[in-house]
């Protein structure tokens, strides 16, 4: 079945830096589209950043466009997210999945930017 593991997070101060990184299994990762999600309490999970299948058409919401990388290792099954410029309403847990298949939920990775 579908794993997914993530990591990277950490309390960082404003403008600081942090890689994230997603371990994928279960399902041929390289010909999947993936995204970043981030979900913060009471509100619904929202579309970060997504990426294509060989790692082309990388977009992102305006929220991060321009302080977000999002990048993937075929090879690796992983998918990363270069975060930095961050600002404290980054703050959230960040998960990877399938851009248009979503399935199988990780427990994500905390990102708390606060001085």
């Known amino acids: 079945q579908v794993q997914l593991v993530e990591s990277g997070g950490g309390l960082v101060q404003p403008g600081g830096s942090l890689r994230l990184s997603c371990i994928a299994s279960?399902?041929?990762?390289?010909?999947?589209?993936m995204s970043w999600y981030r979900q913060v309490p009471g509100k619904e999970r929202e579309l970060v950043a997504a990426?294509?299948?060989?790692?082309?058409?990388?977009n992102y919401v305006d929220a991060v466009k321009g302080r977000s990388t999002i990048s993937r290792d075929n090879d690796k099954n992983t998918v990363y997210l270069q975060m930095s410029s961050l600002k404290p309403e980054d703050t959230g847990v960040y998960f990877c999945?399938?851009?248009?298949?979503?399935?199988?939920w990780g427990q994500g990775t905390q990102v708390i930017v606060s001085s």
């Open positions: 999945n399938r851009r248009f298949t979503p399935q199988g």
């Open positions: 279960g399902f041929s990762f390289s010909d999947y589209a």
């Open positions: 990426i294509g299948s060989k790692g082309g058409n990388p």
